[in-house]
């Protein structure tokens, strides 16, 4: 995966250092790799890697991360993973998705 890169300059991922606490749950949910390191903060490495899952928004508690989530497969198992249930994003309202 590390290697897949959507349209360029189209993410819509944000990010402000100043709210940064250095968590690092950026880094461990995010699947693309987006995020590293850089001392006690976190910082973007290559923002067209994001495929807008909404994982690290979800997870940064200052919220330092914004990002306008798509509402595709991809959400759903990221959702999945998260509750540990079944990929879901609630496309249908309920049980079943897409
Ligand atoms: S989740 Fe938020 S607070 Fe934690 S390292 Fe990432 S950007 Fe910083
Ligand atoms: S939205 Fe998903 S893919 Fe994009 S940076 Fe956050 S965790 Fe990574």
Known sequence: ???????KNVATLEYD???CIGCRLC???CPHNVF???GKKAEIIDRDKCMECGAC?????PGALTVKQGVGCAAAVISGFLKGTEPN??????DACC
């Open 1 to 7: 995966m590390d290697t897949q890169i959507y349209l």
């Open 17 to 19: 250092p100043s709210l």
């Open 27 to 29: 880094i461990e949910v």
């Open 36 to 38: 590293k390191m850089a």
């Open 57 to 61: 928004m979800l997870n940064c508690v």
């Open 89 to 94: 994003c609630d496309c249908s309202g309920g």
